[in-house]
């Protein structure tokens, strides 16, 4: 009676921590990404996901009822290099600011890699959009071959640094898109 009861728990953990994990996971065929304990995926509207530029998954930090953290990950078809994308991603940034009631400043671009070694772009960026309250974002671009992919992690100024960044993106992993094999 005693295994079996020690299996039933065994079994029951296991399940919970692999729907757990699940939860906190993005995959697709060429990549990987969990977000910190404590965070929450956020559910994207079926409608809203179909949408060109919509964003792969979301996830937050709750603080009370507010959310106080961010990471978005944002995949698009791409056959260009990495430093193309990072001009576009810098350009549009630029062009989203508009006067002084929504400004972003590019504080750093630093060349880096994902945890497995995919050579990735971070940009350190601080604004203060729309709704006044200044954030800071940590954005890892990559290039897995067929896709642009944007990993963004955000917070208000002050709230986030560098090595709650660092902890963040540690979990990214992103490999060469898998081709299709030739028939």
């Not at 937050?60 to 106080?68: E, F, H, P, Q, T």
């Not at 549009?92 to 972003?104: C, E, K, V």
């Not at 880096?112 to 070694?117: E, L, M, V």
Request: net charge negative.
């Amino acid at each position: 009676m005693k295994v079996f009861a020690l299996a039933a728990l065994f079994a029951t953990v296991f399940c919970t921590s692999a729907a757990r994990a699940d939860n906190l996971s993005y995959d697709d065929p060429g990549m990987h990404y969990s977000a910190p304990d404590g965070w929450e995926r956020v559910t994207i509207p079926a409608d809203a996901a179909q949408q060109e530029g919509a964003p792969a998954a979301i996830f937050a930090l709750r603080r009370g009822k507010s959310v106080s953290k961010t990471v978005t990950i944002s995949i698009a078809d791409y056959d260009g290099p990495l430093s193309d994308f990072v001009a576009d991603r810098t350009d549009a940034m630029r062009s989203s600011s508009s006067g002084s009631d929504n400004t972003i400043f590019v504080d750093k671009k630093i060349a880096t890699k994902t945890s497995n070694g995919m050579p990735a772009m971070e940009l350190i960026w601080t604004g203060t959009p729309a709704n006044g309250v200044q954030s800071k974002s940590y954005e890892y671009l990559m290039i897995d071959g067929k896709r642009s992919i944007d990993v963004r992690y955000s917070g208000a100024l002050g709230e986030i640094g560098d090595s709650d960044a660092a902890a963040v993106f540690s979990s990214l992993y992103v490999v060469a898109y898998p081709r299709p094999r030739p028939s």
